[in-house]
């Protein structure tokens, strides 16, 4: 069973930094994409950048130019680099792993961005 294991959620300013980083139980190239997901209270989860195993990254309008999705293949390991927070990318973060149509989750991190 694939395990996806989260970490880098913290507390932080308005404009601040943060990285998130996903460790994934087997080889990042066994899975079709990969992506980071959140979900704020209240709200529906929501995409925020996803990477194809080919390499073609897309971000969510809310975050693009903000957020900078990585994937390092020696590490293996999916990197979120958060920039520019706002109070609004408060949510817990997941990261997601595709093999064919099946979804893979991990537990979540929590990101709060507060002034």
């Known amino acids: 069973q694939v395990q996806l294991v989260e970490s880098g959620g913290d507390l932080v300013k308005p404009g601040g930094s943060l990285r998130l980083s996903c460790a994934p139980s087997?080889?990042?190239?066994?899975?079709?994409?990969m992506a980071w997901y959140r979900q704020a209270p209240g709200k529906e989860r929501e995409l925020v950048a996803s990477?194809?195993?080919?390499?073609?990254?897309t971000y969510a309008v809310s975050v693009d130019g903000r957020f900078i999705l990585q994937r390092d293949d020696v590490k293996n390991r999916l990197f979120l680099q958060m920039n520019d927070v706002k109070p609004e990318d408060t949510a817990v973060y997941y990261c997601?792993?595709?093999?064919?149509?099946?979804?893979?989750w991990g537990q979540g991190t929590q990101v709060t961005v507060f002034p």
């Open positions: 997601n792993a595709r093999i064919l149509s099946r979804h893979i």
């Open positions: 087997s080889s990042i190239f066994e899975f079709n994409a």
């Open positions: 990477i194809a195993l080919g390499g073609t990254i």
